[in-house]
């Protein structure tokens, strides 16, 4: 079965698609770096917006996903806009931990799998 590996780095590709299911690089907010968890995860799931519309698939179509936080105080602003942003009915499964990030000015990183049909 072909592997198809999209915005391919040399360290990762930002997303993977096997089969029928794309999965996405752990997601920053790079134009959203130092402001706060909200505004970053609105930053991400741009992001992961963009990476799901180039596979060929979209939120509504969301296995599953994992969501760090670099602290837990910050769960409620993260979901307030993770809530407006994913599909009523469509949800994915889900964890979301607190975890040392790789960078001071990142809040949030969200990784997601997805089905292409």
Do not use: Y
């Amino acid at each position: 079965m072909r592997i198809k590996r999209i915005k391919i780095g040399k360290r990762m590709s930002q997303a993977v698609i096997h089969g029928n299911v794309v999965s996405t690089a752990g997601q920053v907010a790079h134009n959203a770096a130092g402001e706060d968890a909200g505004a970053q995860t609105r930053d991400i799931l741009g992001a992961i917006d963009a990476l799901l519309a180039e596979a060929g698939t979209d939120k509504s179509r969301l296995l599953t996903a994992s969501i760090w936080l670099a602290d837990m105080t910050d769960f409620k602003a993260m979901n307030d806009v993770w809530d407006a942003w994913v599909v009523e009915g469509e949800t994915p499964t889900r964890a979301c931990v607190e975890s040392r990030l790789a960078a001071p000015q990142f809040a949030v990183e969200i990784a997601v799998t997805a089905a292409l049909d």
